[in-house]
């Protein structure tokens, strides 16, 4: 099944209408949520506030959402809002605030630590709307029911997922994105592809149509990717990018599957992002790969397939020929973009192998085209060095 209740308003000049929205269903305050200093350089703040002022709803504010969500921002907003309640979230931002956005919004209504929706102690029974912007393409966030969020304390980066915090609506404006710095648009452009890569290369053998729009899309991002570092301010390409970035995630390429995805490599990642502070694009560069290499020589056919329908791969060769050649062209591709491939180029010390293999061991066995245990953990791991 596919269900996707999010309204999207797509192009220039769309932020009036989420404010003409929020103003339909009687708003009258609003929790506005944000990272940095980007929201103001793009004039995404400026355009929000302004509409916002105008229709005469109140919009309290926190900033400082990290590009990695934690855990202590999302229980900061939480009670905040429960001291002074609002009719709805509304996160400017990327995924990141995105995902915080919809945390807080079950948080609000529940007695309980937020956090016990990601133990999966409790389930989501009632959530604010959530009323977004976003400013980053990368994660589907905007368009979807998850959200991820890292807790330190406890060593974990993992996901809450519930058809309650669908964002009610999401504004995607190319034109907010084009000053963007060109590492967040490889990473987001590197994220997008991994979350097309992680159904492709599932190994579900029933989904032929489907996948040959999964490949569409690779193709449609190694192609973009270059050329919005060349050239960042293209709204057309920026507008193709940001709804790649959309789809990618939405739940639409799970259509069909037995399972909705590996995700291996981004479990694999995370465990990056929460130790280390790795950016989740530059996370899934790195640990991509390195699994891909792990599997293919067992499971061929997924990346032998991805060899003929993205890189133009039909020599009258072995499939295991053609897999080695897909993984080999794919890094090479986040090379050219200037993503790292190995784990020495994150600055992490070899001897810290282990440690992320313990961290990642947590959530075994996972992955679909292969169970993972704690020995393949670390031996990707190695792989990745």
Request: hydrophobic residues 45%; contains cysteine; negative net charge.
């Amino acid at each position: 099944m596919w269900w996707n209740p999010t309204i999207v308003f797509f192009g220039k000049g769309t932020i009036t209408k989420l404010v003409e929205q929020l103003s339909a269903m009687g708003a009258r305050s609003v929790l506005l949520l944000y990272g940095g200093k980007a929201v103001f350089k793009n004039g995404a703040y400026a355009q929000l506030s302004q509409a916002l002022t105008k229709a005469g709803i109140a919009f309290p504010e926190i900033g400082g959402v990290k590009s990695n969500p934690r855990i202590d921002k999302v229980r900061e907003a939480i009670a905040r809002v429960k001291a002074s309640p609002v009719d709805a979230i509304v996160p400017l931002g990327g995924g990141s605030v995105f995902d915080s956005a919809k945390a807080v919004a079950a948080g609000a209504c529940y007695n309980g630590d937020v956090w016990d929706f990601f133990e999966g102690k409790a389930q989501v029974q009632k959530a604010l709307p959530i009323f977004g912007v976003l400013t980053a393409s990368a994660s589907s966030s905007e368009v979807n029911g998850i959200a991820v969020v890292s807790n330190p304390e406890k060593e974990a980066k993992v996901s809450m997922n519930s058809p309650l915090i669908y964002p009610k609506v999401s504004v995607i404006d190319p034109s907010l994105q084009t000053s963007l710095p060109e590492r967040q648009t490889v990473n987001g452009g590197i994220d997008i592809i991994a979350h097309l890569l992680e159904r492709l290369l599932d190994g579900d053998e029933g989904t032929e149509m489907m996948d040959e729009q999964g490949y569409t899309l690779v193709r449609s991002m190694i192609r973009l990717i270059p050329e919005l570092i060349e050239d960042p301010k293209n709204y057309e390409a920026r507008a193709e990018y940001a709804w790649a970035g959309a789809m990618a995630h939405s739940g639409f390429f799970s259509c069909g599957r037995a399972a909705r995805g590996d995700f291996s490599s981004h479990k694999l990642g995370h465990t990056l992002s929460l130790l280390y502070d790795v950016p989740h694009g530059a996370s899934l560069a790195v640990m991509m790969p390195a699994w891909a290499r792990h599997l293919c020589e067992e499971n061929p056919v997924p990346f032998a397939r991805l060899a003929e329908n993205v890189f133009d791969n039909f020599d009258d060769v072995s499939d295991e020929e053609k897999a080695l050649s897909a993984i080999e062209s794919l890094e090479d591709f986040f090379r050219e973009v200037g993503a790292p491939t190995t784990l020495r180029e994150l600055d992490i010390p070899e001897g810290d192998i282990q440690k992320l293999a313990d961290n990642a061991a947590k959530a075994c066995p996972f992955g679909v085209l292969k169970a993972l245990n704690a020995e393949d953990v670390l031996e990707i791991y190695k792989l990745a060095y």
